[in-house]
């Protein structure tokens, strides 16, 4: 009779503990992707989000290999285990540091604060609740700004609205040191009381944020600046619109201004949103001439809609627009910032994205062919040959003004150059193949000495009053050619 060494004993059970640890681990993992499969399929069905087949099917699909692996005890079993959950953490690590570095919006009010202080530069760091919460305790009958493209995704029947809530003080955002406060004119925009009142003028803003008047101080958006330069103008943009948004807009509200000039504003991300809003039968609906939701007639039960809508999302969020300041929410007033395990970037959605390796695909994707090649820049020209003909319907002109984005200006990859390069000449094609001129701000941002300079606090986000201010002049001296 043989007699098993100790060491043999010692080795076997070791490696016994090392299958049953790794099968531990792979059964973990395997629970994790299964239930960020089913998050993703109940957030689609309850419709929180769009339908992604790939994060759906992809965490369920590792959560099958991590099973099979699971079941294979053996040595081998046990290395091949091994080896695929190192694969799938690495692949999930490239993927979380690729959506870490694509997502540039992470905290940065906290950052902005701190560049404010190192400048020396006064920075009011409530939350929009707050300031909100605020205002009305004084009196002031304040909303947060909602916006068109807030509703992308929801039910919004029996309407759509394409402007805000009217006649009330909007608060807006901050990426200076002061809150954007403008008093929202009758359909909801930011424009005077009586830019309405005087029929045809000389000008219209179509664009998203950018159009807005993001983050500046009312007076000093594109539209206020042109006032001043003698042009009369108003402004139809509204935060995150993307093209199917403003051509809703320009079909329901331009014909009653009838402008002489039309300024599509062009931003860098209006492509991706273009991407969503395709989804939105409704909004689809405004590439048919013989479609209108008759918007600038029931600005009544836009109101109500839209103040219904508010104060549902800030109810999900703990606040009651009618509450005074004094009872906010605790976790609202920590540090005077809207604060919550959100602002890590720790939500569901983005680890449903790591899990199902959405950036590392996108990153391959883009590397082999442009992004929105094909129906989204096609859909993209026939958005802009629509609006075109709705403008020429008065004998008026429409020009695409190309705005670049922040990061540009900034170190990128390679990869990001060609991204941008692709873009703009995907978005200027569009224009040209419609007949329609070009206004470029790229070529103007690249002519200063410090692009970067043309941004709040040299930092991501939106433009500077100044940079607003040298757009509009940019403007006027095309039509002045």
């Not at 007076?219 to 009369?232: C, H, V």
């Amino acid at each position: 009779m043989s007699i098993i060494p100790p060491e043999a004993i010692s080795r076997a059970s070791a490696d016994r503990r090392i299958r049953v640890f790794f099968s531990q681990i792979c059964f973990g993992l395997a629970i994790f992707e299964l239930i960020l499969s089913m998050a993703s399929l109940v957030r689609a069905l309850t419709g929180a989000t769009h339908f992604s087949p790939q994060g759906t099917i992809a965490p369920l699909f590792f959560a099958g290999v991590l099973l099979f692996l699971r079941s294979r005890r053996t040595k081998a079993g046990t290395e091949i285990s091994l080896l695929a959950v190192f694969f799938l953490f690495g692949l999930m690590l490239v993927d979380g540091v690729l959506d870490y570095t694509s997502r540039p919006h992470r905290n940065l009010s906290y950052s902005r604060e701190q560049r404010a202080k190192e400048l020396g530069i006064p920075y009011d760091n409530r939350g929009i609740p707050k300031v909100v919460t605020m205002l009305r305790d004084d009196g002031v009958n304040a909303y947060p700004h909602i916006a068109p493209s807030f509703l992308v995704g929801r039910d919004h029947e029996p309407l759509y609205p394409m402007g805000g809530i009217s006649g009330k003080t909007i608060v807006f955002c901050n990426e200076s040191g002061k809150f954007s406060v403008y008093p929202s004119d009758r359909h909801g925009f930011n424009n005077p009381p009586e830019s309405w009142d005087h029929g045809a003028v000389g000008s219209l803003v179509i664009g998203d944020s950018f159009a807005n008047g993001a983050c500046v101080q009312p007076g000093e958006d594109i539209a206020s600046r042109l006032r001043a330069q003698g042009i009369s103008s108003v402004t139809l943009g509204m935060w995150g619109n993307g093209p199917l948004i403003e051509l809703g807009s320009l079909v329901e509200y331009a014909p009653t201004l009838r402008p002489k000039t039309v300024f599509w504003l062009f931003y860098e991300n209006d492509l991706d949103r273009l991407v969503n809003e395709a989804e939105d039968p409704l909004l689809r609906r405004y590439l048919d001439p013989a479609f209108s939701q008759h918007l600038i007639d029931r600005q009544d039960a836009i109101d109500a809609y839209l103040i219904d809508t508010v104060r549902s999302m800030y109810r999900e969020k703990g606040i009651d627009l009618s509450r005074p300041a004094a009872e906010a929410p605790v976790h609202y007033q920590l540090a005077g910032i809207d604060f919550d395990w959100k602002q890590m970037g720790l939500n569901l959605d983005h680890c449903i994205q790591i899990a199902s390796l959405q950036q590392l695909r996108t990153f391959v994707e883009n590397i082999l062919v442009y992004k929105h090649s094909g129906a989204t820049t096609g859909l993209f020209k026939q958005v802009l040959a629509r609006a075109k003909s709705v403008v020429g319907a008065w004998g008026g002109a429409i020009y695409l003004v190309y705005l670049p984005e922040y990061y540009r200006f900034a170190p990128i990859s390679p990869l990001a150059r060609l991204e941008y390069r692709r873009l703009h000449d995907a978005a200027t094609m569009a224009a040209r193949d419609n007949g329609i001129e070009v206004i470029d701000i790229l070529d103007i941002f690249n002519s200063q000495p410090d692009p970067i300079g043309l941004f709040p606090l040299r930092m991501y986000g939106h433009y500077t009053a100044e940079t607003y201010d040298l757009i509009a002049k940019v403007l006027v001296n095309r039509l002045e050619r």
